[in-house]
């Protein structure tokens, strides 16, 4: 018995296996610190927390529409009518088991078996893996600092062929943290609508911006398909729950999609959730994208000061993606080393794109001053020993 | 901007036609007995609320190990020593948002382009449509008294072919109620293991037994896929938490899978579920199980006694499949005409195959004896108008 041909080309995470070592080590009663997973240190808001023990307390935590708990789609409308202007009918949003059920809905959607789907090289590697899953084909497109280490109007053009269905970006990006300028962005959404091929924006970093503000595509296009999430700026990564903004037309597709697969998405999440937007956790959201941005300074300072090199200017999520070149040819050799001798879980390149990532490693500030400080330190000395 | 051509083949569940209706003429002040969706009518056990409130009042709410908590999957590995005397090896075992995480997870692995999957028909509506959204082609086999309303060697024979890749059964059965006698599940594997071809046992309505026991098909052999789940059994819908369990040279493929499909299953589901085989859950859910088992009774000499005929005798899950057709040619009509005019909400066959389905219903015992008394009794008034 085979397993069917569309996974030989599922890669794994390679985090996964730097991720494995340092839990590993750590039973060994080693220090860690982990720099290496895309997930906020905090906890849930207690807002968020309070909500759900109230829904626990009450019954109704049976299943809910497959498109989500009414007063949550409108929740969410009325998030983008506050933070972006828009009018957005919550008929158009679809409640999903993360964005990764997001993600799943919509390239089900939109990539026919065969199709060329455009991606920046560097990022997520779910979106290539994905793409693969259903038969499309992934077209990398090493992006650079000529265009903000982003997609572009331009850098499409350039790969154009008939066999291309549409592109696949995020704003702020991971493993870069760029956001995509406006205009940009706008060319982007006009280039595809010219063509008449898909957009998927991720946004699921919205939020966490510390220069700039991240736009959203649904502000230049109807047309779009964009995917967020509770996990990164809301901090509630565990909970499994994002959405999708679909066009008017893909409604219908989308709700059988999301029937046959999830049924729902979680529903104490979904109760939980409801209190995501109030102001005292907006309030408390804002905090910590402060606290975000201070880490920020002090790890971009830090990594230029032992020679890294910042290519790409993170301006939000909570990445910095640097050009390790000048102290090793062999990031996941340099990673793996670096958690075994100094303690300091990172991500190698190699997970991001195939435009030599051999160069690239990924830091998260998901870890306070003080142990970025700690990891900087634990670096240099590394560094020092290596050269 | 063309949808993927897969999407054409995605039907919707035509329950859900039925399920907004109700809700609308509920919403106008009517009195609405709901037997058509498949969900128990209790509310999450106290013991898994408790281990849930208590989850929130710790940190730790997280993402997972992309398989599931360690605790949970050995946990669940010693539900099966517990229940079948089966020693599984905890890394076999996926935690999955839902089970329709696991079978689209399962079906991902095993479902090639092309390939014939063998299903019973009448059977759950998500199994073609998931078959098709990964292009293999349904082969719905019509089971009759003959086979107990299941699946079995006999007919899986008789249409066998060069592209046929393996089936999906389920015991007890949607939407039947059936189960497979151990000999016929015993056959059904050793044809399967004879041509090499994959078999995948829906086991969610396990524990949902009144007559005979449910065997795993894992009691049988160590190649079969086995899809599980929290929410029928252990009253968790919502919860969208549920189970795989794969063949040792299928653990690294569902891995990468379930990395890039999920990341991981709900934080707060999970570790709530930590509680759901504690002895006092499972006396609990025993109470439950015996409470379906009186509403069966109920149900079935009420509908006999009205003129439906029950041929697939219903031993567990909480379903009553009957022919209808001594009272209707048009069991989607009646289905709307008896909620319109009796506010009894239940199934048209139409959902679950292609087989004379206009001659059944579903009726589900997810109501009190008291509520199904008074479903029974409009019924009466309803079916004598019709006359």
Request: with cysteine.
């Given at each position: 018995m085979n397993q069917a041909s569309r996974m030989a080309s599922i890669r794994p995470f390679y985090v996964m296996e730097i991720l494995a070592r340092a839990q590993q080590l750590q039973a060994q009663g080693r220090d860690i610190i982990h720099m290496e997973v895309g997930e906020p240190d905090f906890p849930t808001p207690p807002q968020v927390l309070e909500a759900a023990a109230a829904a626990l307390a009450k019954d109704g935590l049976g299943y809910t529409p497959a498109a989500g708990l009414p007063e949550l789609r409108r929740t969410i409308a009325g998030h983008y009518a506050n933070r972006h202007g828009l009018d957005l009918d919550p008929r158009r949003i679809f409640v999903t088991p993360g964005a990764s059920g997001a993600l799943q809905m919509v390239l089900s959607l939109l990539v026919e078996p065969g199709a060329g789907v455009a991606l920046a090289d560097?990022?997520?590697?779910?979106y290539p893996n994905l793409v693969r899953w259903l038969g499309g084909v992934p077209q990398w497109l090493a992006v650079r600092e000529a265009t903000d280490f982003n997609l572009s109007a331009g850098l499409l053009a350039s790969c154009w062929d008939t066999t291309m269905a549409g592109c696949i970006f995020a704003s702020p990006a991971n493993p870069t943290g760029s956001i995509i300028p406006p205009a940009v962005l706008k060319e982007l959404i006009e280039f595809s609508a010219d063509r008449d091929v898909f957009v998927v924006s991720d946004e699921i970093y919205h939020g966490l911006e510390y220069e700039g503000r991240a736009h959203s595509a649904l502000e230049y296009s109807d047309e779009v398909f964009v995917i967020n999430s509770f996990s990164k700026y809301f901090g509630m990564t565990g909970w499994r729950l994002g959405w999708a903004v679909v066009p008017e037309h893909a409604i219908d597709g989308a709700e059988r999609l999301a029937q046959n697969l999830f049924i729902s998405a979680p529903t104490p999440s979904q109760r939980a959730a409801?209190?995501?937007?109030q102001p005292e956790t907006l309030q408390e959201l804002e905090v910590r994208r402060q606290t975000f941005a201070v880490r920020r300074e002090v790890l971009c300072a830090g990594l230029t000061r032992l020679g890294f090199v910042i290519r790409a200017r993170p301006q939000g999520a909570f990445y910095v993606y640097v050009d390790a070149s000048r102290l090793t040819h062999d990031t996941q050799r340099f990673a793996l080393d670096l958690l075994e001798q100094a303690g300091v879980a990172i991500t190698p390149g190699r997970d991001f794109g195939i435009h030599q990532p051999e160069r690239y490693l990924r830091f998260c500030y998901t870890a306070s001053v003080e142990r970025i400080g700690e990891a900087l330190d634990r670096l240099e000395r590394f560094t020092r020993l290596g050269a």
């Open positions: 560097p990022g997520y590697p779910c409801l209190a995501a937007f």
